[in-house]
């Protein structure tokens, strides 16, 4: 079982904060995220301020494309992303076409998606997925449980790299303890403290003494 | 039933390029749509110049949002959209908050979507749903069939305001005969044509023709 990575999601409205939110953390993630919102709000500018930044960290442009996988994802490329998420009611046909242009792709769970689906990625040639908490979802009072670790447990025996995210805090990592979750995406738990630094520093710490 | 609206994609992947194609057809399309592909390339900014060009016509940004729907929608509405567009695969929260900031909501109708699901986004107070045929599957070879004209007169029965869009050119449009279209989408079947204008107004005309 592999040291999960840390990856900081920036769902900011306005380039200039998540690039204020960024160096502060920059240097102690893995991945860094352009949140759908910041792609949105800001388009691929966002992306390529990112790379601009932080030559050498893997970038992810999360876009959660439902279609145009092609165009969508070659734009996140030029603009520096290495990987992009599609999501997950999209078709195999605009995953393939995304998988093309990208190093990565994620694809982005949400809804009634099905583990028959999830055979259907797999053999399009995709390894990633993300097991979400919708933040609307978080906002409503819904938390993590044991069906959420189960699922997460039977995507990863299927062999698909796991990374997890929403509402995620320190205190929650030990829920995942013996899952080989591949990443741990955070946003507001990392960036909306008093010292984001030290809070990205104790979420790897946190993640070393678990998983190292 | 009413004369179904004319909505025009813009789905450049470059802002100037969407401003020449719009300064071509806009006076004669009922609703403007920033893309995805747009949307995802310029930011808001995209939204803002269509506003600022055409302070009248309804303008749709095609976000396809999945999560963070309160924030995506107010965005749009900042930047002077009217409509947005939700993932049919987003949690009712989502697409609850998305509906709180914007006049109204698309549901983006991809994979394998229900009319159980349906009638919980109608119950959600979501009338707007958009009929794809994915620009991916359309690429694959796909096309409009009977049984996506049923699955568009049940919707259209349960009271929808249905949308379709996918690969759409004026000699496609007869298939619709008879059917309560809410608008036709067209992007590259008006734009990428030797006479935008012209094409705008014969798709109005064949309408009209067929509806009137």
Request: aromatic share 8%; hydrophobic share 45%; with cysteine.
């Amino acid at each position: 079982m592999g040291l999960p990575k840390l990856q900081i999601a920036l769902d900011n409205d306005v380039l200039s904060e998540a690039l204020y939110s960024i160096t502060q953390v920059g240097d102690e993630v893995d991945v860094i995220e352009a949140g759908t919102i910041l792609c949105l709000a800001e388009g691929m500018e966002a992306v390529r301020c990112l790379r601009a930044l932080y030559p050498d960290k893997i970038i992810l442009a999360d876009t959660k494309c439902a279609d145009a996988g092609g165009t969508v994802a070659k734009n996140c490329a030029l603009a520096g992303a290495n990987w992009m998420t599609v999501i997950c009611c999209a078709t195999i046909p605009t995953m393939k076409a995304a998988l093309k242009e990208v190093q990565d792709l994620q694809v982005e769970l949400y809804g009634d998606w099905t583990f028959a689906e999830a055979e259907t990625w797999m053999e399009a040639g995709l390894v990633q997925v993300v097991y979400h908490q919708s933040r609307d979802a978080l906002f409503a009072g819904e938390t993590w449980s044991e069906v959420d670790l189960n699922k997460i447990r039977q995507l990863v025996a299927m062999g698909f790299k796991v990374s997890v995210t929403g509402g995620l805090e320190m205190e929650t990592l030990r829920l995942f303890a013996g899952i080989d979750v591949y990443a741990f995406i955070a946003g507001r738990g990392i960036r909306d403290v008093a010292n984001p630094r030290q809070a990205a520093r104790e979420f790897k710490a946190e993640i070393k003494r678990i998983w190292g």
